[in-house]
């Protein structure tokens, strides 16, 4: 496990180009809703994986999984909506192709009837999606005004394990992602697991100014 560990984490050191780290800042977010407006051809040409983590499309191997749950107590309170409401769970895996281990796994959800409008949105065969999420729910006329998110850390579990292709004691950073619209309503909410050794967090705070004399 160790040496197979080694040989990912260089290879994949060696093909990222941001230092050899995914790195995930606060401005990926405008990038992808000023992307959201533009052609299908430009939105098709590179994803937010890509942004983050210098690779290429023919880098990277997608993965998408689509299953229709009932909200829980825990969706329903990020939602504001009852239990038991239909929530269309998206299940992803972004991974390196010539090292076999994945760069991310991410679970997103959002309330299937909000995003049913566009059935297209339902189908798993239409991921990866050009422009993502952002443009994904401009389809169906939302607008995303704000984004939250809060990050967590954990040993792996065996999945986790698995799928990252790291050992034990390597923690895995968990960003809790929340895009709200301008009507103040969250819409889309995910969990993206990233491998703690090769993630870099950078977070920008602009401060409003206070009044001169």
């Known amino acids: 496990m160790a040496a197979k560990y080694e040989r990912i984490a ?5 093909r990222i180009g941001t230092g050899g780290r995914i790195r995930r800042a606060a ?6 809703k000023d992307r959201a407006l ?7 040409s590179t994803g937010a994986t890509e942004h983050d983590t210098g690779l290429t499309i023919d880098d ?9 749950i009932e909200a829980d107590t825990g969706v329903a309170a990020v939602f504001d909506v009852p239990i038991g409401t239909r929530i269309l769970r998206r299940d ?5 192709k010539a090292a076999g281990a994945a760069v991310s796994i991410s679970t997103s959800y959002l309330v299937y009837d909000v995003v049913a409008a566009n059935p297209r949105l339902l189908d798993a065969g239409e991921e990866p999606w050009p422009g993502g999420t952002q443009h994904q729910l401009r389809t169906v006329n939302i607008e995303i005004d704000r984004v939250v998110e809060s990050i967590t850390a954990h040993l792996p579990n065996a999945t986790e394990m698995e799928e990252l292709d790291i050992p034990s004691d390597v923690a895995v950073l968990v960003v809790r992602k929340q895009m709200i619209d301008t ?10 697991v990233l ?7 950078v977070f920008e705070t ?8």
């Open 27 to 32: 401005e990926r977010h405008q990038w992808e």
């Open 38 to 44: 533009l052609s299908e051809a430009v939105r098709r």
């Open 195 to 201: 491998p703690g050794d090769r993630t870099e967090l």
């Open 92 to 96: 992803y895996r972004t991974q390196l």
């Open 60 to 68: 990277l191997e997608f993965f998408a999984h689509y299953q229709t």
């Open 206 to 213: 602009q401060l409003s100014r206070w009044d001169r004399p």
């Open 10 to 14: 260089d290879d994949i050191r060696h």
């Open 183 to 192: 009507r103040g309503r969250t819409v889309e909410f995910s969990d993206v």
